[in-house]
């Protein structure tokens, strides 16, 4: 089974930027896709962005495409969400998850991290 840990939320303004890593272990996750989520307080997880197992591939909510850029090194068996000009609406906790698929569209993920909480100012 591969366990993900979130790591790089904080307190960031807007208009900044912002890089969040994903890093599995207990086995390789090259083959699965990986994908983001993000929950603010009293709303409902929601999909961010997701990357195709060899990274060929990426996929976008519309909130998201054009800011943030998802990017993947198997060799380090880590993911990233790459945060530019974050704005106050994308206060959430952010949770990274693995699909044991090469690409995968939906939102019924086998794994999850346990979250990083990312805060931005205006």
């Known amino acids: 089974q591969v366990q993900l840990v979130e790591s790089g939320g904080g307190l960031v303004q807007a208009g900044g930027s912002l890089r969040l890593s994903c890093a599995a272990s207990g086995r390789s996750f090259s083959s699965d896709t990986i994908g983001w989520f993000r929950q603010a307080p009293g709303k409902e997880r929601e999909f961010v962005a997701a990357i195709t197992y060899s990274g060929g591939s990426t996929f976008y909510f519309n909130s998201a495409k054009g800011r943030f850029t998802v990017s993947r090194d198997n060799a380090k068996n880590t993911a990233y969400l790459q945060m530019n000009s974050p704005k106050p609406e994308d206060t959430a906790v952010y949770y990274c998850?693995?699909?044991?698929?090469?690409?995968?569209?939906?939102?019924?993920?086998?794994?999850w991290g346990q979250g990083t909480q990312v805060t931005v100012s205006s």
């Open positions: 998850a693995g699909k044991r698929s090469i690409w995968y569209t939906g939102v019924n993920y086998d794994y």
